[in-house]
């Protein structure tokens, strides 16, 4: 086997590989940013669901503080109905006196219970309006997901079929390909905009780039005695398209 065919070998699976991916591209694109957009949604609606969740583990700690603080209210009611019971058998002034100061300390231990708890509950209600809210906006992007992803799942569905042939096809045309020029080509396909990273000489220009390419290159590439790249851009120029240009017939005199 000769050099040329060789490396003609090597361009022309270069090029059926493009070919290949270039019509899965289209494939994809046809889908748009469709496939983006719900996983977009399904994050979003994942975000509604932790904070929901977050806030139904906050208010039940705060319930729990309301309950811890009804509880102090009745300890502080018996001990004031206690402290009562003894002022009917003090035997002076100062003992008298002292068991009132208890009792008041108790009845501002239960204004203190009584105000925190109305905090509380107050928070408590306003966590109950941030979670309605974020429920009542979830309903609305569930069913932008239900609208997207039934889409989707259409265009999917139209090409799918035609997708596990390419991808069978690439799976062939990468096998003829060694390891170097294909890990060459992935570089060069991730880095461009368009996907190209193999393309042919149209009127003295890049393919991918669209920069001209000097006459003396431009028959280098038609020789294919060597794998050459685009100076600019670094896209394989794998052959040179032949523009037929049309000429206009000439006139015969009568």
């Known amino acids: ?28 694109k046809i889908r748009g940013d469709l496939p983006e957009e719900v996983r977009d949604l399904e994050d979003e609606l994942a975000g509604y669901e932790t904070r929901i969740g ?7 700690e705060l319930n729990q503080e309301v309950v811890k603080g009804k509880a102090g209210m009745k300890d502080s009611e018996k001990l004031i109905k206690k402290y009562q019971e003894q002022q009917n058998n003090v035997r002076n002034n100062r003992e008298f006196e002292a068991i009132s100061k208890e009792i008041e300390s108790q009845e501002l231990d239960i204004q203190l219970f009584e105000k925190k708890n109305r905090e509380t509950l107050f928070r ?94 431009q028959a280098d590439i038609r020789e294919k005695k060597k794998i050459i790249v685009c100076e600019h851009c670094g896209r394989v120029l794998a052959d040179v398209e032949v523009i037929e240009e049309l000429v206009a017939p000439t006139k015969t005199k009568a």
């Open 124 to 217: 408590v209600e306003k966590k109950n309006i941030e979670i309605s809210d974020i429920e009542s906006r979830m309903l609305g992007r569930k069913g932008d997901l239900e609208a997207k992803k039934a889409e989707l799942d259409s265009i999917v569905s139209e090409s799918t079929e035609e997708e596990k042939k390419l991808r069978v096809g690439r799976e062939t045309a990468e096998a003829k390909i060694e390891e170097r020029l294909m890990y060459s080509y992935n570089r060069i396909r991730q880095n461009s905009i368009n996907g190209l990273a193999v393309v042919k000489v149209r009127r003295g220009a890049c393919g991918g780039c669209f920069n001209q390419v000097p006459p003396q290159r």
């Open 1 to 28: 086997m000769s050099t040329e065919s060789t490396v003609s070998q090597k361009l022309d699976a270069l090029m059926a590989l493009q070919k290949i991916d270039s019509q899965i591209d289209e494939l994809l």
């Open 54 to 60: 977050k806030f139904k583990a906050e208010i039940e």
